[in-house]
């Protein structure tokens, strides 16, 4: 069985809504009713369900917690999140359209085939001396002030240098 609001009898006619959400689920009428109706507000999804004014609450709270509803709740939010939003292929096919469309603006043709080629990578800068996000390296000296001389490691030439002849460093001290 597909999606629940997709299923066709077997006569070829649509299945309702509930029904098919029940099959697909293994919820009772009310529970598949609180399926469609629920949008955050478990209390007014029960009582749309059918459950009693004064068991609507309690009804809503047992009924979340049912992994069955959730999983139904879970696939019918991706499904009304997939008719609204696009997704990366739809993106590209829309963006192919406008640069195959010779009536659209030149610069509008010219955006589109940008943003297909970010999306497809083509744009990536490789840097081998700098960061992964291509970032450059900068070196980075640090400094050890000592008694006989100055230390100086530097991230550049990945060497240790000693500089001998600091001025900081006091020869007379003991």
């Known amino acids: 069985m597909g999606k629940f609001g997709e299923v066709i009898n077997k006569d070829g006619t649509p299945m309702p809504l509930t029904t098919a959400i029940m099959e697909q689920y293994g919820l009772t009428y009310k529970q598949a009713k609180f399926v469609e109706y629920y949008y955050g507000d478990g209390t007014a999804a ?19 917690k049912m992994e069955k509803v959730k999983q139904a709740l879970y696939e019918r939010d991706l499904r ?22 010779e ?13 297909l080629g970010k999306s497809e990578g083509d744009f ?16 980075i000296n640090i400094i050890f002030k000592t008694k006989d001389a100055d230390i100086l490691i530097s991230s550049q030439k990945k060497q240790n240098f000693i500089d001998a002849e600091s001025e900081d460093c006091d020869e007379n001290e003991d």
């Open 46 to 64: 029960a009582l749309k369900a059918g459950y009693s004014k004064g068991s609507a609450g309690v009804a809503a709270c047992l009924t979340l």
């Open 80 to 101: 009304e999140k997939s008719k609204t939003i696009a997704d990366r292929k739809e993106r590209q096919e829309f963006w192919t359209n406008i640069i195959r469309n």
């Open 103 to 115: 009536c659209a603006p030149l610069l509008h043709r010219l955006r589109a085939s940008e943003l």
């Open 124 to 139: 990536l800068e490789k840097n081998e001396e700098g960061f992964p996000n291509g970032t450059p390296h900068r070196p």
